[in-house]
């Protein structure tokens, strides 16, 4: 992207005008260019998909609503940032953080009572379809300080939700879009400064919670033989309910969460312990696909449904890897989770499915069900 603001160019000013004058169709042509990298903005300031396309949607009826204000000192890009960044930022106003299960409450006992009710969703960041992106890979431009496919994954996604909301505009459109310093006071209304200022405060934070490498960084370290060894390897044991096979898999200090479920679990004796209780107790036959998510390797999970002669959506399990282990699987559960009774731990992959989540389940390209 561009350093610094640039006007219009002729065929941007050639749509301005007819749009002005209510051409929607050039209104369309103006901002679809746009369209892919700022639902990935409004994704990073949210952390929910859900919530980015309604932000996105918003700010698009503003910026044709606000036409007539737009006096092209700036780019039409930056002016676009603008007001979806301020968009964003009344909708963080309105409602409380998204996390993951692992920062919203301690490890449970995989040997103690079973996951209290469901947290409500607008609880849990969701995660990001990696086509949606608006750039494949690399530095959004020179000035930036993380790529694109790094400013989705699930911890970098999961660190911005704990800044205020200002520093999150401040380390997204400074740090991960490289815009300059000026440019973000003027979309903020503050001074270049302030945005400085914030920004130091946003980084310590997110360097605080943010592991020592990447995951674009071990991803790039290992391969695509080696990634797709370790999927494969991580789908045939759970497919096969080798509980064995997938604890020789994980790192020491391995975490297994399921939002909207709240309860999550840590390290290699506990994940044991809670696999061979629930998914992998021989009650459920499996059925694995590949896929990618936040910019992280990913698994569609299916489970028997006897009614229905065929292997419905159970997850999506994204895998966070160290090395060649696996640190971390966060699993999106596409059941609708209806609270609990003493046998609910036990029976909740034979929930029905939510519609809504099985529709974020498809954005991956996973299909509906396996026969």
Not at 76 to 103: F, G, M
Not at 174 to 192: H, I, K
Not at 215 to 235: A, F, P, W
Not at 334 to 352: E, I
Request: charged content about 25%; some cysteine.
């Amino acid at each position: 992207m561009a350093t610094g603001p640039a006007p219009p160019t002729a065929q941007e000013r050639a749509l301005l005008e007819a749009a002005r004058d209510g051409d929607e169709e050039a209104y369309r042509q103006l901002v679809e260019p746009y369209q892919r990298e700022l639902h990935a903005h409004c994704y990073r300031m949210l952390g929910s998909v859900h919530d980015a396309e309604d932000a996105l949607q918003e700010a698009s009826l503003r910026a044709w609503r606000g036409l007539g204000r737009f006096e092209g000192r700036s780019s039409l890009r930056s002016w676009l940032y603008t007001i979806a960044t301020n968009t964003c930022l009344n909708q963080i106003a309105r409602r409380p953080k998204r996390v993951l299960p692992v920062d919203f409450g301690p490890a449970a006992d995989p040997h103690g009572p079973p996951p209290g009710a469901p947290q409500v969703e607008s609880a849990w960041i969701e995660p990001y379809p990696d086509e949606r992106l608006g750039l494949d890979d690399g530095l959004a431009s020179p000035e930036a300080r993380y790529e694109q496919r790094e400013s989705v994954e699930l911890a970098f996604t999961a660190a911005l939700q704990h800044l205020p909301a200002t520093q999150r505009a401040v380390l997204i459109l400074r740090e991960v879009l490289g815009f300059s310093a000026r440019e973000v006071a003027d979309s903020l209304d503050t001074t270049p400064a302030s945005v400085n200022s914030a920004l130091q405060r946003a980084r310590k934070t997110v360097d605080e919670r943010l592991p020592d490498e990447s995951q674009q960084t071990t991803l790039r370290s290992l391969g695509d033989d080696k990634i797709r060894g370790i999927v494969e390897g991580y789908m045939d044991a759970m497919q096969r309910g080798d509980v064995d096979r997938v604890v020789t898999m994980l790192a020491e200090d391995a975490a297994w969460s399921m939002p909207p479920l709240a309860s999550w679990y840590r390290g290699r004796d506990a994940l044991a312990a809670f696999l061979a209780r629930a998914p992998l107790s021989g009650a459920w036959r499996w059925r694995h696909l590949p896929a990618h998510a936040s910019g992280q390797p990913a698994i569609g999970s299916y489970s028997w449904d006897p009614e229905t002669g065929a292997y419905l959506p159970f997850a999506l399990d994204v895998l966070t890897l160290r090395g060649t282990k696996i640190q971390e699987v966060t699993s999106f559960i596409t059941r609708a989770l209806r609270g609990t009774d003493p046998d609910y731990y036990a029976r909740f992959p034979d929930q029905p499915l939510d519609p809504a989540r099985l529709a974020a389940f498809e954005r991956f390209g996973l299909p509906g069900r396996l026969d």
